[in-house]
């Protein structure tokens, strides 16, 4: 138990670690960037800043829709997930009435559920 908290804790540690190097990173790149845009071409500049609150709003909605999607999506996983389990668990059940095939088919309809969502 507690080695397997321990490695939880330490996959978190590096997925929390990489994404923070990655936004400094992001971010340094954007203001670095219209920094060298300014000095190199300025008039470029202030036309892509005018469309910056066009752009930020397209990315808004458009990552807002995709969070739904994606929300939906995991809620199937996981429902497919579970209903394995429960079949993985009870499979001396499932051997002795020959119900491979059910759970199967049961298990597929499961996925599609999650691939329409």
Same mark, same amino acid.
């Given at each position: 138990? !507690?080695?397997?908290?321990?490695?939880?804790? @330490? +996959?978190?540690?590096? @997925?929390?670690?990489?994404? /923070?190097?990655?936004?400094?990173?992001?971010?340094?790149? /954007? #203001?670095?960037?219209?920094?060298? @845009?300014?000095?190199?071409?300025?008039? =470029?500049?202030?036309?892509?800043? !005018? &469309? /910056?609150?066009?752009?930020? &709003?397209?990315?808004?909605?458009?990552?807002?829709? =995709?969070?739904?999607?994606?929300?939906?999506?995991?809620? !199937? $996983? !996981?429902?497919?997930?579970? $209903?394995?389990?429960? +079949? =993985?668990?009870?499979?001396?059940?499932?051997?002795? $009435? &020959?119900?491979?095939? =059910?759970?199967?088919?049961? $298990?597929?309809? #499961?996925?599609?559920? @999650?691939?329409?969502?």
């Amino acid at each position: 138990m !507690a080695a397997r908290i321990v490695k939880e804790t @330490a +996959a978190i540690q590096r @997925a929390i670690g990489e994404k /923070f190097g990655n936004i400094v990173m992001s971010i340094a790149s /954007f #203001f670095l960037g219209y920094a060298f @845009a300014f000095y190199w071409g300025w008039k =470029l500049t202030l036309l892509l800043l !005018a &469309c /910056f609150p066009v752009m930020m &709003c397209t990315g808004t909605v458009l990552g807002i829709s =995709l969070q739904g999607g994606m929300i939906e999506q995991l809620k !199937a $996983y !996981a429902q497919s997930a579970g $209903y394995a389990e429960q +079949a =993985l668990h009870s499979i001396r059940i499932v051997h002795t $009435y &020959c119900n491979e095939l =059910l759970e199967h088919r049961n $298990y597929i309809k #499961f996925l599609e559920s @999650a691939k329409k969502a």
